[in-house]
């Protein structure tokens, strides 16, 4: 039949028509997608090398000179309206540069000031109880700093009260060799005696705490011109030596990770329960406090006694560098009194924490901080850092105005009161140390960013070695004759690495910085960079106006780095690699450089303990266990990166899924009991040097059960400390292989 069945078959035709066109479309569209696909993975990277370029680019020398500029105009003391002030500028700036949110974060912590009305000084005494000299009450100001009120005068930080008089004693720079040599080779007895250490070579709370071991009174630190003063330089203002009248200022304690002394572990808040002020965590027993050299050299003018012990007791001053005890002959009857009257008491700091939110793994958290506190103008330390920070936290928000956000969350802090003990990051890791335990990628740390001029410093975890090293090589060097070249280029050719093979030096994390807590206490990846000096042949110590009055604008601005490229190129190295962890689908952590590292250190315990060949066959110490688990994980580390180069980027599971097991690897080296006396230390094969904080030790477990092992009483039980010191440490490393494997 010809005749229509009516409007339902007119519209079955239609929607035929229309699904068979859709079903065209869809087909032809499938078939240019497939054809169009990216066949290499990389070119799906490519929005992040864009966004990563244009940062980069953002960040300019100019900027950083003029924030240095604002930074250091007054002192900024932790603890003081104008620190507090600078806190709000900074949090006011960052809010105006487009993070997310800014909060100041406030804790209630133990900081030391000297009395305004009682000065502390040293005296030499005459027989008649007469101070025939006294040292200087401040420092000489610098040019131009004349009117600035409310520099704090050289003080030893959470120095005991008190006035000891007694016989003095140099005791060269104040080490545990140091001590060694006079108690057990000269038969020097410290007890009772006031010692004299230089500045140089170790942190000063340890020198403090040797000299208590030893039984001293009270401890005077004086900065030497051999430590402190570059050969054929000036002293500031016409060059960039220490003055003689300049000191440094510096805390003696002996924390040892804990954070607040009254609250060591937990979080110094309103509600926190806190030891009594006189048994805090790691305070001094005795007076300690520093000078310049002009000082020094009236006190040690006439020191009588034995002679140095070596030529390397000896420092530039025009003096004998006797050691004592006492003064020579015809000056015998005089002694030495300390006036020391710096008081602690609880004061509010507080953090600028500064926040930009991730988009596709908001809850991973990768952290750049660094100090706002300074002694006093703190033209290096830290203003030269936070300049850094402050410029990378504008690029950064600049590319979030625009629209763009990092892959994961990134965190930036301005601590407060570092110099007293790294107080600010401490107390704030405390209180998140739950969230920072599960979610935190990765720690870069900010402070000084230059302390000499000649190539780049890097101290980092084994897992951000490979991440450096590609980094810099994207980065123009900034040195002289190096135009043209990488930043890797000029930093390889000026500081070869000695333990490996065609690459720069990368150092081992110690501590006396903030990224102390999350890399020793928490077990997150950290890393810091900075400009520095030629190790190699400047040997004076850090850089030689260190905490004192002539830490300046100018001396950065006139001698250090006048361009101020070095600044934009550790502004690059540090925001670079920020870019990099918390925009990179897959972390940029190489689990192999860990494996490499940890059997190298194994092998430095090893061969050190073959100093004691006898002993270790006697008390059958072995090292088996931990050479096996060092295999183990080797082994495991290599089939992991062959896993992690089959990824399929596109699948979020798997991505998460191992960019956990390499975000959680650092974690698996924490042992929750810490290191025997240092429970905040956790870390397994890192810790700062029980003889040095600054300095970072492998294997510090059985470092430090075999240190002078051959001097302990009972060497049966100190043997049996090695090996439960081996046993522990095996155990973590094959406890780490175990989180690598397949799941």
Known sequence: MWRSTGPRAASGRFWAIVLGAAAGL?????????????????????????????FMAEMKAENIKQFLYNFTQLPHLAGTKENLHLAQQVQAEWKEFGLDSVQLVHYDVLLSYPDDT???YISIIDEHGNEIFNTSLSEPPPPGYEAVRDVVPPYSAFSAQGMPEGELVYVNYGRTEDFFKLEREMG??????????????????????????????????????????????????????????????????????????LTPGYPAKEYTYRLDKASGVGLPKIPVHPIGYHDAESLLRNMGGYAPPHSSWKGNLNVSYNVGPGFTTNYSTRSVKMHIHSHNEITRIYNVIGTIRGTVEPDRYVILGGHRD???????????????????????????????????TVIFASWDAEEFGLLGSTEWAEENAKVLQARGV?????????????????????????????????????????????LYESWYKKNPSSEYKEVPRINKLGSGNDFEVFFQRLGIASGRARYSKNWNVEKYSSYPV???????????????????????????????????????????????????AVSNYAHIIYNLSRNHE????????????????????????????????????????AVRSLNDQLMFLERAFIDPLGLPGRPFYRHVIFAPSSHNKYAGESFPGIYDAMFDIKNKADQHEAWEEVKRQISIAAFTVQAAAGTLKEV
């Open 26 to 54: 869809f087909l032809l569209g499938f078939l240019i997608g497939w054809f169009a696909k990216p066949t290499d993975k990389k070119t799906s990277v490519s929005p992040h090398e864009d966004m990563k370029a244009a």
């Open 118 to 120: 009682k000065p502390n």
């Open 188 to 261: 020097i007895n410290c007890t009772g005696k006031i010692v004299i250490a230089r500045y140089g070579k170790i942190f000063r709370g340890n020198k403090v705490k040797n000299a208590e071991l030893a039984g001293a009174k009270g401890v005077i630190l004086y900065s030497d011109p051999a430590d402190y003063c570059a050969p054929g330089t000036d002293p500031y203002p016409n060059g960039w030596n220490l003055p003689g009248g300049g000191a440094q200022r510096g805390n003696v304690l002996n924390l040892n990770g804990a954070g607040d002394p």
């Open 374 to 408: 300074s002694w006093v103008f703190g033209g290096i330390d830290p203003q030269s850092g936070a300049a850094v920070v402050h410029e990378i936290v504008r690029s950064f928000g600049k590319l979030r105005r625009k629209g763009w956000r990092p892959r994961r």
């Open 442 to 486: 990765a720690y870069i740390n900010a402070d000084s960013s230059i302390e000499g001029n000649y190539t780049l410093r890097v101290d980092c975890t084994p897992l951000m070695y490979r991440l450096v090293y590609s980094l810099t090589k994207e980065i123009p060097s900034p040195d002289e004759g190096f135009e043209g070249k990488s």
């Open 546 to 596: 260190y905490h004192s009055v002539y830490e300046t604008y100018e001396i950065v601005e006139r001698f250090y780095d006048p361009t101020f490229k070095n600044h934009l190129t550790v502004a690059q190295v540090r925001g670079g690699l920020v870019f990099e962890l918390a925009n990179s689908v897959v972390l940029p952590f190489d689990c192999r450089d860990y494996a490499s």
């Open 614 to 653: 006898e002993e270790l066959a006697t008390y059958s110490v072995s090292f088996d266990a931990l050479f096996s688990a060092v295999k183990n994980f080797t082994e495991v580390a290599a089939s992991f990166h062959e896993r992690l180069q089959q990824i399929d980027i596109n699948n979020l599971i």
